[in-house]
């Protein structure tokens, strides 16, 4: 009783690990079909202006944000952050004097992203300095410089930034039709490379039928035929086809070298551009 007992725990526990190991297997082969996802840091600019009726007043302002992304993060500007550059309001000002100020005039009171059913949007709030609102009584001196008052008004323009990731698509360069360009494409099954970027028949590799694997690693590997017509013939030749080399540029995240390795025993590496880019011919 015992030993039969002891065999149907050993069967339960092969049972296990064989089903483990199989929803390992398919999980891979699910992430390796679905490829690995990349992203680029972007930024939202605001420079809106603010206003306030007296020197301590605190104005505040909103900016929706309409990007599409992940990860948004308010990095300007920060509370306690001192603003410059903007312009005095007195209640009677006197039309011979410029009241444009390069100094420090307001302080980020608050700053924050928040959200409602509209989406995110950015919220700053900005105060006046009160060492500035007072500045006559601290010994400023009116014929030398600005001395504002706490009944002056202000206008300043606060920049305002976002930070947030996109996700950007996986390519490599092909030409088009015309051999005129070289164009980003997605995992494509059909793909026109030139050698030296130059469009001559002879350096032509026409691949077709990709079939990639591991598309968006660093490598991704495939097998493909090369066809070549010429001559009144076309050859087909199955090539083994290694992409590497990945720049993430132009907003893309793109490889930038091609490694061919055809069944004649032709071995070669081509060096597809990371962004659109025309081909030309060489000078003669």
Not at 32 to 41: F, L, S
Not at 54 to 83: M, Q, W
Not at 170 to 186: D, E, G, L
Not at 214 to 233: E, P, S
Request: hydrophobic share 35%; with cysteine.
């Amino acid at each position: 009783m015992v030993a039969l007992l002891t065999d149907m725990r050993n069967r339960r526990r092969a049972l296990a690990t064989s089903l483990a190991l199989v929803l390992v297997l398919v999980c891979a082969g699910a992430g390796d079909a679905a490829g690995k996802a990349h992203y680029e840091t972007h930024y939202a600019d605001w420079l809106p202006s603010v206003a306030a009726s007296s020197c301590a007043a605190s104005s505040t302002v909103e900016r929706r944000i309409h990007a599409h992304g992940s990860r948004f993060r308010l990095s300007d500007p920060r509370v306690g952050e001192r603003v410059a550059d903007g312009t005095w309001r007195p209640p009677n000002p006197d039309p011979s004097v410029d009241y444009d100020d390069s100094e420090d005039m307001v302080e980020v009171d608050r700053a924050r992203l928040l959200r409602d059913r509209h989406g995110l949007f950015a919220r700053v709030t900005v105060r006046g300095l009160p060492d500035r609102c007072n500045s006559q009584s601290n010994g400023c001196d009116p014929s030398v410089t600005l001395c504002p008052s706490p009944e002056w008004g202000w206008r300043i323009d606060v920049p305002i930034t976002v930070r947030y990731r996109k996700r950007i698509p996986t390519t490599i360069s092909c030409a088009n039709r015309s051999a005129t360009h070289m164009w980003p494409r997605k995992k494509p099954s059909h793909c026109t490379i030139y050698g030296h970027n130059q469009p001559i028949h002879a350096y032509q590799f026409d691949f077709h039928s990709i079939r990639w694997r591991h598309w968006g690693a660093r490598t991704a590997t495939a097998g493909a035929v090369d066809v070549y017509f010429g001559m009144g013939v076309t050859i087909r030749t199955p090539a083994n086809l290694t992409a590497s080399r990945p720049r993430t540029t132009c907003g893309h995240y793109a490889y930038t070298r091609l490694h061919v390795a055809q069944s004649n025993g032709f071995r070669g590496t081509l060096r597809p551009p990371a962004c659109d880019r025309p081909l030309e011919f060489p000078p003669f």
